[in-house]
């Protein structure tokens, strides 16, 4: 107990690094797990099979393989940026994939009846996917998409792996020095949980506030 | 229906069938690496290395375990150069200083190369001589007071150093010194992490899994500076002209062999033959067939028996 | 709903535009890719000899026998945890509470911790409570542990998505509880997420990259071990993720036909 006290700074600045990271990510993941949806159900096949190959490629390769390339061969292919940065967009490009695949089956589930009657009323695509699509579709994919973000908070814990200091890292250092496994662990499991429940009572607040009384 | 569910079935079944195969002929789990029989570095070393006459095998002790076992368990790395790196082409191969030390062990305890190597993961090479899992660990163990609180060291085997590597080209690092302020980079779990802030507490220490994570990353200009054992630096500057190591060690990294905490019988036939192995010209074979590759120099007086404090 | 719902049949003007669209797009994503291979090329990382170790056999054994390491403690994984799922599922929807809250606490908690915590817990705290694990076991605990609960979620999603009418069915036929639940819910609940399971499957192979700590002979840590020897870090990791994107691409595309079966089979369900 007293290590993790102890330590409590070094622990917390992993934790800060851990959320604003993680938030960072959950944003650009959203937005271009949309995208990439709207991508998908385009009337343009190039976009369309860009959009699968894009969803299949990162839905199907280790997070941290993918970490590891995009730190050290991105330099190559001319892109330098920060390690936190790369950190992020690597999670971003990976989860956006979910975040798609999420979204799209939503679309899915959204009644024939209101594309129809949206063609109907001469919307275009564009509009339609706009303001009557898309927008009970995520409303009706809030709790997958909430899963999809406390995965992605559980994967910036892999960011260790790359000499990123956020939580799991920081525990793991604290751990080396002061041998008490116990605490320091339980300390950083249950933060995760924490952050996970909160996502958690997020989605399910927000779902109820955007559910469609029908 | 009954198609599809079959069909089902057949997939669930094949692709289990598949990894039941696989767990079959695969290497079974446990990272067992059975002695290379003869490879090009060790057989000249293993033809005349001493075995212990019976009376050294103490009964009731660790060496009579070993004996009966049949085999020596080391904790050991694959992925160090030079030191122990496991080879794709042959993967029953395992070369280096620290893996011709243990077969030598190996042979003086059982009279043959027999060695199953266990890679410690992060940091659980005291864990994994506490628990019994490993007799012994040759992974560039420093000896430090803290560890030996925790583990006994037999040795010291060698003298190493911490130095300093850059880019080639670079003119404005020369050694430890001139790394105030700079973003240096070093191995997560190596003597560097405490080091570098040590002597130059205003440098950024940047950590990186792996070694060649780390070089990698210093020549893509991630940092400034890679901290890390100079053997390890002389291999990868060998094998990449884009790396240069500047200036010497600046630190004493005393190697030491990891054992039970408490093993005073097996830490004193460990000693022992280490000795021997110095006298006999093993050691400086061993040397020579791997940290010999890579320094302009001939073998180096090895460290005095129990000269560091821990050992 | 097919995507064509979205738009009009497209008419002569339309479809200009959308091989106008179609051109452009196809032309900035050729643009991208060129661009980023000529940047490697610059750096050196396309010349032959970074790649010649590649098309050497031994090389590839080395890799692929990682990869039967990587499929054998997948497998243990997903046997382990799909029937720890099911027990976990049923402990989960039954009637008597004290299991009721058992199974409810440990799957909300196994499945917010991450998973490489999971793992550090069993590489550190279990020793120190003296509990050493084979090397194996070190990778598949913590595996085990995180995925039952996600099996354990699916299964109830599944099982509570049959109609309620199967069960009353059963029990107006005579059947027992458990009986109901093995001859009547289960078998059709794990057809209906098959490829939920099989999507789990591919995630839990994903996992197993994670043995790299553990230092378990799977296919990351073999690509560890291998660019630490030939110092071809960017080629060593590109020829393994390009491996693990046909193993998982192969389990994905088995995942996706299981789909189509089944909504051939059953028609698609009223959504209007």
Known sequence: MAALLDNLVPLLQGLSATLWMAVLSAVGALVLGVIVTAMRVSPIPVLRGVAFAYVQLFLNVPLLALLVLFVFALPDAGLLMPLPMTAVVVLVIYEAAYVAEAVRSGVNTVALGQAEAARALGLTFRQTLGSVILPQALRAVVQPVGNVMIALVMNTSLFAAVGIVELTAAANKTNLIHAQPIPIFVGAGLTYMALALLIGLGTGWLERRVAILR | MIRRVFLARVVTAGTLAVAMAAAGCGSGGE???????????????LADAPVADAAAIVPGSTMEAIKKRGKLVVAEALDAPLLSQQNPANPDEVTGFDADLAKLLAVYLLGKPEVEIVPPATETREALLANGTVDVVFNTYTITEERAQQVDFAGPYFESGLAVAVKTGNKDIKGIDDLGGKTVIVGANTPAVTEVPKRQPTAEVVQFGTDPQAVTALLQGRGDAYVQDITLLASNAKANPKLTVVGNPFTTEPYGIGLKHGDAEFKKFINDWLKKIQDGGQWATAWKNSLGTVVEAEPPTPPAIGSVPGS | MSASVLYDEPGPKTRRRIFLWSVVSALVVLGLVVLGLVQFAKHGQLDAEKW???????????????????????????VLSAVAGIFLALG?????????????GYIEIARTLPVLLMIYVTLFALPSAGVNLPLLWKLVLPLTVANAAAFAEIFRAGILALPKGQSEAAVSLGLSGGQTMRFVVLPQAVRHVTPSLVSQLVSLLKDTSLGYIVAFTELLYRAQVLSAYNHLLVQTFLVVTFIYLVCNGFLSFVAHRLQGWRRKREPEGTNG
């Not at chain 3, 039967?68 to 403690?73: I, S």
């Open chain 2, 31 to 45: 990272n067992a690496v059975p002695p290379a029989g003869g490879s090009s570095t060790s057989t000249d070393l």
């Open chain 3, 52 to 78: 010649a170790p590649f098309t050497q056999w031994p090389i590839w054994e080395y890799l692929l026998v990682g990869l039967l390491g990587t499929l054998e403690a997948a497998a243990y994984v997903a």
């Open chain 3, 92 to 104: 989960r929807l039954s009637r008597v509470r004290p299991l009721r809250w058992l199974a409810t």
